[in-house]
């Protein structure tokens, strides 16, 4: 369907919200959540009201985008006011515009089935790799995989 992209783009803050919470989450101050819930909860309301009148379904999407979107950007502000803690933009926004030019991939071209899943497994698997990298170098996660590859333990 072509309402999949967009949702996947709402999601997508909808899930990076629970990373730009952990402010939060250890000055142990989480009701402030609540603000965000109930704000986001409003303007979802609102943009339902507005758009599903006017667009149908696509007033329902454009809706859900537009309110994971403050969603998130009120949870980060609400985390960041309490304890401050930095977050790479640049790789939010990297990760952002990965989404949209994919999303514009699966609108624009529609190439055969076999060589639609190889193109988003590729996808997938490069962004999940560069993520764990990311991690592993910037927050130095240690992962259990990659710890018995650097010791020699996998072949």
């Known amino acids: ?12 803050f909808f899930v990076s919200s629970s990373a730009l919470r952990i402010g939060a989450l250890i000055a142990n101050r989480s009701a402030s959540f609540a603000t965000a ?14 758009l599903i009148s006017r667009y149908s379904v696509w007033g329902a999407v454009y809706a859900t985008l537009g309110s994971f979107v403050v969603f998130s950007l009120l949870v980060w502000f609400f985390s ?14 990297v990760a952002v515009g990965v989404l949209m030019v994919s999303s514009w991939w699966s609108h624009t071209f529609t190439p055969a089935l076999w060589l639609d899943i190889l193109i ?13 990298l990311y991690f592993v170098r910037v927050y130095r996660v240690q992962v259990p995989f990659l ?9």
């Open 1 to 12: 369907s072509l309402m999949v992209p967009a949702l996947a783009i709402a999601y997508w």
């Open 37 to 50: 819930n109930v704000l986001s909860a409003c303007v979802c309301v609102g943009l339902n009201a507005l």
């Open 80 to 93: 960041h006011r309490v304890r401050p803690l930095p977050h790479d933009v640049h790789a939010l926004a």
């Open 120 to 132: 988003r497994l590729a996808v997938w698997l490069s962004l999940a790799a560069a993520a764990t």
């Open 147 to 155: 710890l018995l590859v650097s010791r020699g333990r996998v072949s």
